[in-house]
Nanobody
Framework: VQLQASGGGLVQPGGSLRLSCKAS????????MAWYRQAPGKQRELVAN???????NYADSVKGRFTISRDNVRRLVHLQMSSLSPEDTAVYYC????????WGQGTLVTVSS
C-alpha cells in the first residue's frame, strides 16, 4: 500500500487549501480513509475520516471548515480546508488501515501572514 499526499503549502489566515491523497496497492473502494495532522511539539491527531460508504467524521476543531471526500474511480481522498487559521499549521498525513495501518509521507500546511 502506498499513499501519496499533495497540496500543502503556505496560505494566509482565512484562506483555503485542498489536500489530495492518491492510494495504490489496495482495494480503495473498500477502505476507510483518514487525514491526521501533527503540529510542532504536539501529538498527531485525527482531522477527519471517511468510510468506504462515504460516512464522514470530523474533529471538533475543524467542523464546518474542513470537508473530506473521496473519488473511488481515481483512488483519491481529498481534504478541502477553508477559513484556515495559524492553529491549523501542521504536517497533514493520509491514513488507511488495510491489514495494518499505513501512512502517507505527509504534506506541510503553513498558515501565516
Amino acid at each position: 500500500v502506498q499513499l501519496q499526499a499533495s497540496g500543502g503549502g503556505l496560505v494566509q489566515p482565512g484562506g483555503s487549501l485542498r489536500l489530495s491523497c492518491k492510494a495504490s496497492g489496495m482495494v480503495f473502494s473498500r477502505s476507510a480513509m483518514a487525514w491526521y495532522r501533527q503540529a510542532p511539539g504536539k501529538q498527531r491527531e485525527l482531522v477527519a475520516n471517511i468510510t468506504n460508504s462515504g460516512t464522514t467524521n470530523y474533529a471538533d476543531s475543524v467542523k464546518g471548515r474542513f470537508t473530506i471526500s473521496r473519488d473511488n474511480v481515481r483512488r483519491l481522498v481529498h481534504l478541502q480546508m477553508s477559513s484556515l487559521s495559524p492553529e491549523d499549521t501542521a504536517v497533514y498525513y493520509c491514513n488507511t488501515n488495510w491489514g495494518r495501518t499505513f501512512w502517507g509521507q505527509g504534506t506541510l500546511v503553513t498558515v501565516s501572514s
